[in-house]
């Protein structure tokens, strides 16, 4: 399905390295997800709501990607040598090329957000009115006192300044330069906190 200024798609990052956790968190198996990973559970959700999605991960992720292509044509696979340098260099990545109407950012090692979320931003994003970003808050405090969650949605006119992100803190300056036009969408899907730092997360329940 090809990209269009009407669109509404989603941009998922992916090309982490996982140090926190020991192990290429993005191939780990869920518990009870009967073989699933990570990455494909998380993309399995995404893809069932989003009608373009997009991945970045990095050049050498040669089995990630033999796992994601399953996914196609549905899915497009960016690859981004640059993403040692920080996870801003991987958002600039995603967001080349786009011409959608708002672009949904959200992480690949957080797979317990449910579709039903995920569509809930999506009608938000099509009522808006003006050009917004949209931040999905969970209505009790999450992880670390933080209710703020993935993914975030960007209308299109934020897209340039997305596509020259770099460096660790990713789209917080973008985010900080715009903090009039954000709007907070209550969710009660703890999805939207949790992603997988360590072993144990793999074993959380929503």
């Known amino acids: 399905m090809p990209d269009n200024a009407t669109a509404t798609g989603a941009v998922l990052l992916g090309a ?16 009870g997800g009967r073989g699933v990973t990570v990455a494909e559970q998380t993309c399995a959700t995404y893809s069932s709501v989003f009608p373009h999605l997009r ?18 044509p549905d899915m497009f696979i960016v690859t981004c040598a640059d993403a040692h340098l920080g996870m801003g260099h991987s958002l600039a990545a995603g967001m080349q090329g786009i011409s959608w109407q708002w672009a949904f950012v959200g992480l690949l090692d957080m ?23 949209l931040r999905p808050r969970h209505t009790q405090t999450g992880k670390d006192g933080i ?3 993935h993914p975030i949605g960007w209308h299109n006119i934020y897209f340039a300044e997305l ?28 999805g939207v906190l949790q992603d997988i730092d360590t072993p144990a997360d793999l074993h959380r329940q929503v």
């Not at 797979?111 to 970003?133: S, V």
């Not at 020259?164 to 209550?186: F, K, M, N, P, Y």
């Open 16 to 31: 982490g390295f996982s140090r926190r956790f020991g192990a290429d968190k993005r191939l780990q198996p869920l518990s």
């Open 55 to 72: 991945v970045v991960i990095r050049p050498e992720d040669h089995i990630l990607r033999s796992k994601l292509q399953q996914f196609a």
């Open 111 to 133: 797979p317990f957000i449910r579709a039903a979320t995920l569509q809930a931003l999506i009608d938000c994003a099509a009522h808006q009115q003006h050009p917004a970003i």
């Open 147 to 149: 209710p703020f969650g």
């Open 163 to 190: 596509r020259a992100c770099h460096g660790d803190a990713g789209a917080r300056e973008v985010l900080q330069r715009h903090t009039e036009e954000v709007i907070e969408v209550a969710v009660e899907d703890a």
